[in-house]
């Protein structure tokens, strides 16, 4: 099993910045690709982020390419999400998840098997 923790989440204004941070523990050496994902109220989880454990392959949503970072330090077990120019509409809870091998499509939810807890990110206008 992994075990997920983000933190970092908070409130911040319309154009400021956040960094998300993901810790993994457990089996991590069975980490093939960790995303981020959010969901905002009345909406369904959506992806956001991805990026393979090896390699330097990433992978974003069009919504916030150009906005967000993803990047990882395997040392630590971390994957981080770099979020700037924030606009009210990236208000979400943001978690984060893993798979344990190849699975395809990066975006869809159910080809991850653990998930965190999740962050909550207020972006006020």
């Known amino acids: 099993q992994v075990q997920l923790v983000e933190s970092g989440g908070g409130l911040v204004q319309a154009g400021g910045s956040l960094r998300l941070s993901c810790a993994a523990s457990?089996?991590?050496?069975?980490?093939?690709?960790m995303g981020w994902f959010r969901q905002a109220p009345g909406k369904e989880r959506e992806f956001v982020a991805a990026?393979?454990?090896?390699?330097?392959?990433?992978y974003y949503a069009d919504s916030v390419k150009g906005r967000f970072t993803i990047s990882r330090d395997n040392a630590k077990n971390t994957v981080y999400l770099q979020m700037n120019n924030l606009n009210p509409e990236d208000t979400a809870v943001y978690y984060c998840?893993?798979?344990?091998?190849?699975?395809?499509?990066?975006?869809?939810?159910?080809?991850?098997?653990?998930w965190g807890q999740g962050t909550q990110v207020t972006v006020s206008s």
């Open positions: 457990g089996r991590t050496s069975s980490i093939y690709t």
């Open positions: 998840a893993d798979t344990g091998t190849y699975r395809g499509n990066v975006a869809t939810i159910s080809n991850y098997d653990y």
């Open positions: 990026i393979r454990w090896s390699g330097s392959n990433t």
